[in-house]
C-alpha cells in the first residue's frame, strides 16, 4: 500500500523561526505521512525558509476602488498600513464607485480621477508602501475600458464604430435620393460620421440563415463614386432582388464605466491606432510629476488594463483598419465589408457559409494584430520607459487572446468572466512560451454576493485556477473606507447595485473575519511562491486556429477525459510558434520552457470544428515535427482549408504541406476524440501525473534546478459543473525530472511546514503516493534531493507499506500511528518488515457543552463605526447563529470555549486530532492557552495530540462570519431580499485520539 498523502488531518505545528516545531500529527483514517517532523530544534534550509515566509512579492493583492479623487491622504496610508498588516503584497489603484448613484457628491470637477487630490492619494500611497515592502499597480484610467480626459467623441483618438444602412430594391427598380442613413442613431456626443462607402449586392436565398440575408460576393459592387451631395442614383439588374448597403465611420462615444469620472469628460480611445495608445501615454505623461515618476520609479509596480469591454452598434473600426487589411492578406477589405456589418451584436449579412468564415476570421486576425501592436505593444514599451511593466486582461473582442498574453509583461484572467479552467491554459500558453512567470487573476468577483462572500467559496474558485496556470491573485477587493451619501459599513465600490447586493466583497478592517486573514493571505503566498518558482510544465500544446479567450471552449479529449487522468495541457495560436523558444529538443518543444511532450491539433471550435490550418502555420508544425515533436491531428486534416479566404493556389499548397506532416512517423491522424489517448501512448508520450482511474484532482507541474514541485487540488474545470466534487483518495504517480535520488516531501501551504513523507513507492523516476483530499483541499508534493527542507531524514528508510494509519517521520525516527489498538505490519524499504504492538486508545470524544461568547457587529454613528454587542450563550448542541434565537441576526465573532476530560495516564505517546465539522466562515483554535497554527479552511481537521494533558483540557474556537445577516436587518432595503445565513460552528466536533511507536 502506497503512503496515504492527506492534506485532510494533517499536521499544524507553529513554524519557529529557528525551525520547525517537534512534534508529529495526523488525522485518524486517512493520516499524512506529511505529519512528519525535523528533529527537535534542526535548523531550516534555505528551501523551507522560502517556502514558510514567502516574500511580499508574490503574495495575494489587492483591487483598491477608490471613489476617483475623493480620498484622504491620511486615511490612504492607513489602508495601506491595514493591507500590508494582513500579509498581502500590493494594492491596484482603481477609480470603481458603481455603488453611488448621485455621481454629483462625488465632486468630479475638483476631485475626479486625475484630480490633485487623486494624485496627493497616490503619491501618499506610493510613499508608505515603499515603507511596508508592497506593491503599488495602477489602472491605465478611471473604472473600465481605458479612457482619458482631452479626447471627444469625434476625435481621431476615441473608439470608432462601423454604422450601416440598407435600402432593398426589386429587380430593376431604381432608388433615387440621400444615401441610406444608419441603422441606429449615434451615441449622445457624437456629432460628426463619414461615409466610407455605398454598394449594391443581390440577394443570394441560399446564403441566408434565420438571422442573416444571404449575398451573393460576385455581385458586390462598389458606388460611393456616383454619391453626389449625399445622394444616390442606381438603378438595379432584373435579376434577383437587391440590397443597398451604406458605411459609416463614427465614434462609439463610449465613456468608461459609471461615469463621469472626470472633468471634462473622458472617452474610451481607440484600441488599435497609435492615435489612441498616444492619448493615453501623452496624458499620464503630462499629469506625472517628477517625484510621482520617482516613486513609481521604485516602487517597481504595474500600469494595468482590464478586459476589453468596448460597446458600439457596429462592428469595432479604425481608420488604418482596410489598409491593414490588405498589408496583412494582400486582399481589399470593401467587397467583404457586408460580412462584418453588426446590428446590436448580431451578423445583418452572409455570403456562402465557408467564406463568410473566411472573411470573419481575416477581419478579426487583422484586428488582433492592430491591438497587439498599437495598444499592447506600445503601452508595453511605455511602460517599460517608467521602469513599471503592463498587466492586462488581453482578451473581451474577438482577438488572439494567446498571442496578446505572450505580449504582456503579466496577462490576467478573471474567476468571474471565465468560464472554464481551459481559459486561464490559454493565457498560460502565451505566457509560458514567451518565458514569462505570472499569470494573474482578478480573483473572487461575484454576482450579488457583497457582505456574504465565504473565504471557502473564494478558496475553492481558486483551487482550480492554480491548476490552470494562475500564480498571482489580485482580490476582488478592498474598497476605500468613506464616500459621501453613503451607509454602514462604509463605501463598497459595488454594493448597492441597481439597488442589490453587487459584485464580489469589499474586505478589509469592516469584515470580521479580517481577524483570522493573515491565515488565509499566508496560504495563498505559500501557493504563489511555489507556483511562481522554476519553469511551468505541461504535457502537450493544444494548438488553437483562433485564439479567443473567455469563451469556455476548451480542447475535445484533453478537457473531458485527459485532465481526470492527470494530463495537463496550454494551449497555443500560430504567433506563438515564432517565438524564439518555440525549438525542439529530444522531442520537447519549449525546452527550456513548458517542455510540451507532443502537439495536439483538432478542427476550429470558433467555426464549426472546421479542420483548418493557415498555410503559415502549416509549415511551422511541420518544421516543428521534423525536429522531432510528436503530434496527433483529430479530424480530416487530409482536406483541411485555410481559416481565411485562400489566395491563387493556397489551398494545393496548405495540401502538400499537410501531406508531408502525416507522413512522418511521430504523426498521427485520427478521426474519433476517444482515440486520443491512445494515439499519445503510441508516440511514447505519457502524463507526468497519473492515476488508475479518473478523478476530479487537477494538478500542476513547476520544475526547478532542485526540485519538481506538483500542486494537486480536488478541484473542478468549472464553477457550475455539478454534481459537487466528492472527496477522494486513491494512489497518485509523479514523474521525478531531477534525478531518481529525489525523495518527496510534502508543503504545507496552511502552516509553512515542508516535511518528508514517509510511505511511497519507486520505480525508475516515478514515485507514487496516496492522495486523499476533501473537495476544493489542496496540496504541494516536492521532489528533491534529501535535506532540501532543513530536515534531517533524507538517509532514513522509509515504509513501503504498512496497515497503519499513518507512518510518519518524528524526531525519534520512523514513526507508526494508529487510532485503535492492534498489532501493525509495516514494510521498509531496506527490505525487512516490522511489527508494532500499539495499546488501546481512548475513544472520540463529542464535548457536550459550550459556551459561546458574541462580539455582535452593529451599525454605528457614522457609516465607519462600528458598535460592538455582546452576548454570551450556553449550547447543549452546537448549531447555526441563525437558528439560536439570540443570535439569529447577528454577525461578527464567536468564541466557543469546551473542556474534554482525557485519562490520567495520558503520556506523550499520544494525542488527538481535532475535527470541527461545518464551520463558517473562518476560525482559529486554542487549546489549553496555545494557539495551534492556521485551520485548514477546506478540511478543518487540526491535530492538538502535543497541546493535549492527562485530564481536563480547555478547547476554544474563534469563528468570525460574513456580515449579512447584519445587513438584512439593518439595510433591509439592499440586503433583505438575502436569506438569512448558517454561520457559526455547527460541527459536529469530535476529538479522536491517537497512539503512535517508533519502528525505525
Known sequence: MHELVSRGGMSRRTVLATGLAVGAVAALGTVSPAAAAPAAGAEQGPAADWFARPARSVRPRFRWWWPDGLVDPDEIAREIDQIADAGFGGVEIAGVHHSIKDKSVLDTDHHGWGSRPWLDGVEAALRRAARRGLTVDLTLGPSWPVAVPGVGPDDEAATQELAYGRASLVGGATYRGPVPSPAHAPASGVTRQRLLAVQAARVAPANSTRKETGLDLSTVRDLTETVADDVLTWTAPADGDWVLISYWQRGSGQQPESGPHTAPAAYVVDHFSPAGTAAVTGHWDDMLTRDLRLLLKAAGGSFFEDSVELETDGPTWTTRLPDAFREHTGRELLPYLPALVLDKGNQVFAFEAQLTRQIRHDFWETVSGLFN??????????????????????????????????????????????????????????????????????????????????????????????????????????????????????????????????????????????????????????????????????????????????????????????????????????????????????????????????????????????????????????????????????????????????????????????????????????TDKTAVGDALTGLGVSPDVRYATASTLLNAHRATAEADFYYLCNGKHAETVKPPVAAIDHDVTLRRTRGRKSVPYLLDAWTGEAVRLARYTEDGDDVTVRVTLQPGETMIVALGRPGLFGDRDGDRPHALASDADTVLFTERGLTVRAGAAGTYTTRLSQGRTVTTTLPAVPAPIVPSRWQLDVDDWTPGSTPTRTEHVRHTVTLDALAPWSRIPELADSAGIGRYRTTVTLPENWTSSYGAVLELGQVSDTCRVTVNGTRVPPVDRLHPVVDVGRHLRGGDNIIEVEVATPLINRLRVAQPAVFGTTARQDHGLVGPVRLVPYVQKVVA
Open 373 to 670: 501592436r498599437h495598444h499592447l505593444g506600445a503601452l508595453r514599451d511605455w511602460a517599460h520607459s517608467l521602469d513599471m511593466t503592463l498587466r492586462a486582461q488581453p482578451y473581451g473582442l474577438q482577438t488572439d487572446a494567446i498571442a496578446s498574453a505572450a505580449l504582456l509583461d503579466i496577462p490576467e484572467g478573471e474567476s468571474l468572466g471565465f468560464k472554464n479552467l481551459d481559459d486561464f491554459r490559454c493565457l498560460a500558453g502565451g505566457r509560458d512560451m514567451a518565458g514569462r512567470t505570472v499569470l494573474s487573476c482578478e480573483a473572487g468577483a461575484y454576482n450579488g454576493s457583497a457582505y456574504s462572500t465565504t473565504w471557502d467559496r473564494f478558496l475553492r474558485t481558486m483551487g482550480g485556477a492554480y491548476a490552470a496556470g494562475v500564480n498571482q491573485t489580485v482580490v476582488h477587493g478592498f474598497s476605500y473606507a468613506t464616500a459621501p451619501q453613503v451607509s454602514w459599513p462604509g463605501f463598497a465600490a459595488f454594493s448597492p447595485y441597481n439597488g442589490a447586493p453587487g459584485y464580489g466583497e469589499s474586505w478589509g478592517p469592516r469584515q470580521p473575519t479580517w481577524n483570522h486573514v493573515e491565515d488565509i493571505s499566508g496560504y495563498l503566498g505559500r501557493l504563489h511562491q511555489v507556483l511562481q518558482s522554476g519553469r511551468a510544465r505541461a504535457d502537450v500544446a493544444v494548438f488553437r486556429q483562433t485564439g479567443y479567450t473567455a469563451t469556455g471552449i476548451g480542447a475535445s479529449w484533453f478537457t473531458s477525459t485527459g485532465i481526470p487522468l492527470g494530463w495537463t495541457h496550454q494551449f497555443l495560436s500560430g504567433p506563438l510558434l515564432d517565438l524564439p523558444g518555440a525549438t525542439v529538443s529530444d522531442g520537447r518543444l519549449a525546452p527550456d520552457g513548458p517542455a510540451y511532450k507532443a502537439l495536439f491539433v483538432e478542427g476550429d471550435f470558433f467555426y464549426g470544428s472546421t479542420p483548418t490550418l493557415a498555410l503559415a502555420d502549416a509549415r511551422k508544425l511541420l518544421g516543428l515535427a521534423r525536429q522531432g515533436l510528436p503530434m496527433v491531428l483529430l479530424g480530416a486534416f487530409d482536406q483541411a482549408l485555410t481559416p481565411g479566404v485562400p489566395a491563387g493556389g493556397e489551398s494545393a499548397q496548405l495540401q502538400g504541406v499537410i501531406n508531408e506532416l502525416l507522413a512522418l512517423p511521430h504523426v498521427t491522424r485520427i
